[in-house]
């Protein structure tokens, strides 16, 4: 079934990323594990550090 | 994801530093932290692997860890919360803002892809549909890339050059523990573009694609059939038909 230009427009649309899937994007990300580990001793919090393979701004882990 | 929990994104903002690294990009001296923390996670016989959670204290001493598969929001809720416990941790704001994803460069000129590949699942009136409430596993979430094309590039593609589409479609596998590109192999690849009227191109085609699932080889491959538009300002195209082995997923391409 060939589909219309406004039914690929609205079909590209619906699988976007939704914001419950962004929500990841409201942490607070050190730049690097030095920082963190900098950062942590400096005001006294915890680090927490995740490691991955592939992108993490890529949603592929 | 776990990371998509609004608890979680609480504790970690308010009693963590938190950071994430790219095992291919870690180097230097970010490489030799990472080594002492895998080798004290060692010597406390605590889960240590590529894909990990690791609770450290002020101090850096390793408190805990969690391998990915077992990362879910109570899991890291619960670390989080004992290493804040132990170690006295006053909840507080974030230490650092959040920052809006950084995209590969592109000139003006260029052609910025936003790939967006997700799993779908089937609907109860039969249809399918974008995957919800997977929790944390691999079908949860869509994979994201941002191919960038150059003039010559773009314009090889609205002339139906199959070379340069083929830089496009080994994006176009759901998401995985491989994404290293160079372990894709096209195997086979249609790519037509049909000149229409005003300046717009119908794109349509279809590609054979083995992606290993992880950095091991294995046997699975993407099927999957593809239609679009694109002219001046606009590129789009969606899969109609895609399968990873047994499973259906989707891909949708537009500027980004």
Partial sequence: MELSPEQVTATVKGWQPTAQERTWEKIGWAASLQDALMLAKREKRLVFLFTLDGRMQRGRC | ?256
């Avoid at chain 2, 890291?76 to 919360?81: A, K, M, P, V, Y």
């Avoid at chain 2, 294995?218 to 899969?239: C, I, M, N, P, W």
């Fill in chain 2, 1 to 256: 994801m776990s990371f998509n929990d609004s608890r979680v994104v609480t504790a970690l903002n308010s009693l963590t530093v938190p950071v994430y690294l790219s095992n291919d990009l870690v180097k230097g001296a970010e490489h030799a932290a990472l080594t002492r923390i895998h080798q004290e996670g060692y010597a406390k016989k605590l889960s240590v692997g590529t894909v990990h959670c690791f609770l450290l204290a002020p101090d850096g001493t390793l408190l805990d860890t969690i391998h990915v598969a077992k990362a879910n929001p109570p899991r890291i809720l619960e670390i989080i919360e004992r290493g804040a416990q132990e170690q006295e941790i006053l909840s507080g704001k974030p230490l650092i803002s959040p920052q809006p994803s950084a995209l590969p460069a592109a000139s003006k000129n260029e052609l910025r892809l936003h790939v967006v590949a997700r799993y779908l699942e089937k609907k109860p009136d039969g249809s399918l549909g974008i995957v919800t409430g997977a929790g944390g596993n691999w079908s949860a979430l869509p994979g994201e890339d941002w191919p960038v094309f150059a003039v010559a590039e773009r314009q090889a593609l609205l002339d139906g050059d199959r070379g340069v589409a083929e830089r496009l479609v080994t994006h176009f596998y759901p998401p995985t523990e491989n994404n290293n590109l160079a372990q894709n192999v096209i195997e086979a690849l249609e790519w037509r573009a049909k000149k229409l009227p005003r300046g717009v191109v119908q794109l349509s085609g279809s590609v054979t694609l083995k992606h290993p699932f992880y950095t091991k080889d294995d046997s699975r491959r993407v099927h999957a059939v593809f239609q679009g538009y694109a002219s001046d300002s606009r590129f789009e195209l969606v899969t109609t038909q895609a399968q990873y082995e047994n499973l259906p997923f989707a891909v949708a391409v537009q500027r980004g």
